[in-house]
């Protein structure tokens, strides 16, 4: 198992102990972070070694990551392991499972590649490179079958994660929220170039709002303690200060407590969407890679729970559109309608079972039917 970034090490770990339970006799090796090591795996290498961000990073260590390519498809075609799964990280991985399927081995991809987003072209090479795709969306296998990829849907580890009636009041008493307050939650991403774009923006969010809800609390989930402070400093000088608590991580724990929510796109939108929490999401890049996305993006919306429902549950303010005079009044207008939130998060809870499916039991299935069947399958399709 090659996982890539820690994500894909939570995904990993999960597989790794459900596998676990069918081959108690398995070893596994390859390439995982603390979670896949805790559940057994032999790292070879550091996931740290893999965990690279940006084109230009990414070229500076190309001669190290395709030096650790080389490395593990010798060793795995000297010794060959039953399955070779590449979680994620399809750059890496589909080139490592390509060689390693030429040489006989079956292979799994973990998570589709965003075929649906951009570079449709890419499902030749999944097809060329793996044995099975496991999807997290129930969207996605349609697609890849329809490339004559075998893939299945085996639902996403966070929706099990997240319980399907988040105690709203728990998280309050949690976060010390008093029951009736008005709270809104601001995540303005995890990156420091991300909270230096948006924070500007979702501060003149929090002053509209506060106009026309005086009582409404802020609450703003850090991801570091750089970025804490950071957060800290552009709110000291401002009206805000007295009415906005700045804390340690505990995002999910912020969305669950919130009457609404300012969201960076990502992640944060899908547990936002599982937790019950009515959001909009705000993005904005530099111009250029703005253009590249307007160029390359085939998605009508950006933000997982909308592409799941295939409507805009959660409105969507992008580059242009991220402004603080569009923003505000879509979550003024949430505080204002306790049944618009009602029937948003009704929609949230139908999307949030449809990804309930023990992820982790059925990628394990999907991976041991794998072992049972004849191996070079694409020639049926």
């Not at 080389?70 to 060793?75: C, H, T």
Request: some cysteine; aromatic content about 6%.
């Amino acid at each position: 198992m090659v996982a890539g970034e820690p994500s894909g090490d939570f995904l990993g770990a999960g597989l790794i102990e459900a596998l676990a339970k069918r081959f108690p006799d398995a070893r596994f090796e390859g390439i995982g972070g603390p979670h896949m090591q805790a559940a057994g795996l032999s790292s070879i290498y550091p996931l740290s070694s893999l965990s690279v961000m940006g084109l230009i990073e990414v070229i500076k260590h190309l001669p190290r990551l395709l030096a650790i390519r080389r490395s593990l498809r010798r060793r795995w075609l000297d010794d060959p392991p039953d399955v070779f799964v590449g979680i994620d990280a399809p750059d890496f991985n589909l080139g490592l499972a390509e060689y390693l399927r030429g040489g006989g081995i079956p292979t799994v991809h973990y998570v589709c590649p965003t075929v649906w987003a951009w570079r449709r072209g890419r499902t030749k090479k999944i097809y060329r490179a793996v044995d099975r795709v496991l999807c997290i969306y129930p969207f996605e296998p349609d697609l890849l079958k329809s490339d004559g990829i075998d893939a299945c849907f085996v639902g996403h580890p966070i929706a099990d994660e997240i319980p399907i009636n988040v105690e709203r009041s728990a998280a309050r008493s949690e976060l010390g929220i008093d029951a009736n307050a008005e709270s809104v939650a601001l995540l303005p991403g995890s990156r420091v170039t991300e909270v230096s774009r948006l924070m500007p923006i979702y501060l003149d969010v929090a002053r509209r709002i506060l106009a026309h809800h005086p009582q409404v609390n802020f609450i703003i989930p850090a991801a570091t303690q750089a970025l804490k402070q950071d957060i800290q400093k552009r709110l000291a000088s401002t009206a805000l200060a007295s009415r906005t608590r700045v804390i340690d991580g505990q995002a999910r724990s912020a969305m669950a407590s919130a009457d609404a929510a300012v969201i960076a796109s990502g992640t944060a939108t899908l547990e936002a969407m599982m937790l019950g929490c009515p959001a909009v999401i705000v993005y904005r890049v530099n111009a250029l890679t703005a253009l590249i996305a307007k160029l390359t993006l085939k998605i009508q919306w950006v933000g997982m729970p909308n592409l799941l429902a295939n409507k805009e549950l959660m409105p969507e303010f992008i580059q242009g559109a991220a402004r603080a005079e569009l923003i505000a009044p879509e979550i003024i207008d949430m505080l204002n309608q306790p049944q618009r939130r009602l029937q948003l998060r009704a929609q949230f809870e139908q999307l949030h079972l449809g990804l309930r499916c023990n992820a982790n039991e059925s990628a394990a299935k999907a991976v041991a039917n794998l072992l049972n069947e004849p191996k070079n399958r694409h020639c049926e399709y």
